[in-house]
């Protein structure tokens, strides 16, 4: 390589995306897609963390760049960082006379960040409810029903075998 030649600039072989919720990047290989970028911040989250909705391309004095779930994420250059955009942020916290309203509760699809990472987050159903006790009593009567029929079998083998003997 000639020294007069200025050095090339190769972009690394990953994108830093930073998590507003958790003040971590998170690096992603070049082609990944936002949805899965946003499904795997969201699983290292921690419980009192709003959770990710989308990634966005930000610079200073530029309109962001939003990355819709099957986009992939990309590389701007220059200042433009990837970071997401939190619930807390979307539902309209702070800075008004943006000219819209947001909406303030917002469904996210399965499709769009995982099952698994919207399951981690659900406040879960008490482990022990009516339908849970009568299962169990249901099992239990079943449980007896059963013995109850094997032992009538048992006892009534050796007269089953002398009657079978009787006509072989």
């Not at 998590?19 to 989250?45: H, P, Y």
């Not at 006790?133 to 002398?162: C, Q, R, S």
Request: aromatic share 8%; net charge neutral; charged share 20%.
């Amino acid at each position: 390589m000639d020294e007069s030649e200025p050095p090339t600039h190769r972009p690394p072989p990953f994108l830093e995306v930073t998590c507003k919720s958790s003040g971590m990047r998170r690096r992603f290989a070049i082609g990944t897609e936002a949805g899965f970028a946003v499904a795997l911040i969201n699983k290292k989250l921690g419980m009192g963390d709003p959770l990710a909705l989308h990634i966005e391309a930000v610079k200073q004095g530029e309109e962001p760049i939003h990355f819709g779930p099957n986009s992939v994420l990309v590389d701007y250059g220059n200042d433009w960082i990837l970071q997401t955009v939190t619930q807390v942020e979307f539902s309209g916290g702070g800075g008004g006379g943006e000219g819209f309203v947001r909406p303030k509760a917002i469904q996210v699809p399965d499709g769009i960040m995982g099952s698994d990472s919207l399951r981690a987050k659900r406040v879960p159903k008490p482990a022990i409810n009516f339908m849970y006790i009568g299962k169990i009593v249901l099992a239990f009567i079943l449980i007896f029903v059963l013995g109850a029929i094997l032992t009538l079998v048992l006892e009534n083998i050796p007269g089953l075998i002398k009657l079978l003997e009787q006509y072989v």
